[in-house]
């Protein structure tokens, strides 16, 4: 598997290094037909100094599929050096602000360089209607270019659809995904993503607690992208909050550890576990060996500590 970085830099190529030597990942000449960048991997609704909020990038043949859309996306795409022109599809996984927040800004900046062909959005009610609303409170930006620059309408580049169960999602000449329901209390629904490409099978997890419906949707894939709780760090974060208990039960019931990770991709029988959508993700700062290390334990493949843009 290739692993590479989307930008140059001491930190991304401490990341790549650390990864490489943690996995045994080997970097090789070898012809690869789908790209996949973490262009965010922090979890939660801040905004952390050390990882953008969550999205993936997903390259097949030059076209580009967006899974989720955090806070500053369309700057990591920039710095990825993806065009927006490339963009087919944008895909949400659950409608919670760390993943949806830049959905409509995604679009509109996209637009405002150099996207002017159809792109089709999918992801859980109200999609639609979030669509439409973030339309109407740009109208004026939007107008004003069309007038000024020339730029087609917006709104007829955007086709979203909603999605409320598992099953095909669409399917095109470079890649095919399909949907599974996972467990994201209180936010229902909420959806993993399993990418078909020619050359391998790529699943994002989106937020959930340990799912079968995951697992089944896991199986056997190449790459899974999957977010993950260490849950020591956790209580010393939250230890001071009045709520702590609450906060701590919430939590533990929406989202996975690193153990439980572990044993989900053992179950699976994944090939690469790549860990994603960390929390804590900012404060207090954890070391990628911390992470790898209560990771593998419960998993023998290869495994990768994911950092933003890193390319897998």
């Not at 930008?7 to 045994?24: E, F, H, P, Q, W």
């Not at 804590?280 to 990768?304: E, N, S, T």
Request: aromatic share 6%; net charge neutral; with cysteine.
């Amino acid at each position: 598997m290739n692993i590479r970085l989307s930008r140059r830099g001491v930190a991304g190529g401490l990341a790549a290094a650390i990864s490489m030597k943690l996995t045994g990942a080997r970097a090789t000449n070898m012809p690869s037909t789908s790209r996949l960048i973490l262009l965010g991997t922090g979890g939660g609704p801040t905004p952390k100094p050390n990882r953008s909020a969550p999205s993936q990038a997903i390259v097949v043949n030059g076209a580009t599929y967006i899974v989720d859309c955090g806070d500053g996306v369309a700057r990591q795409m920039a710095l990825a050096r993806l065009k927006f022109s490339s963009l087919r599809s944008v895909l949400l996984t659950h409608q919670h602000s760390d993943h949806n927040a830049d959905y409509g800004n995604l679009l509109l900046l996209g637009w405002a360089a150099d996207l002017a062909k159809r792109v089709d959005t999918y992801g859980p009610p109200p999609l639609i209607e979030m669509t439409r609303q973030f339309l109407a409170l740009n109208e004026y930006d939007i107008q004003t270019r069309i007038a000024d620059e020339g730029r087609p309408p917006l709104k007829d580049l955007i086709a979203a659809h909603e999605l409320t169960s598992d099953g095909l999602v669409f399917q095109d000449e470079n890649v095919k995904v399909t949907a599974a329901l996972v467990d994201h209390p209180p936010v229902n629904p909420a959806f993993a993503y399993r990418f078909e490409c020619p050359d391998r099978s790529i699943v994002i997890s989106g937020d959930t607690r340990p799912s079968q419906k995951l697992v089944k949707l896991a199986r056997g894939a190449d790459v899974l992208v999957h977010e993950v709780m260490h849950l020591q760090s956790l209580d010393k974060l939250i230890a001071t909050e009045s709520n702590a208990t609450t906060l701590r039960e919430h939590i533990l019931a929406s989202h996975t550890t690193t153990e439980q990770v572990g044993r989900l991709a053992t179950e699976a029988g994944v090939k690469t576990l790549v860990l994603s959508h960390f929390v804590p993700g900012g404060f207090p700062f954890i070391k990628d060996q911390v992470w790898h290390d209560a990771v593998r334990p419960y998993f023998k493949g290869q495994l990768i500590v994911g950092r933003d843009l890193l390319e897998i």
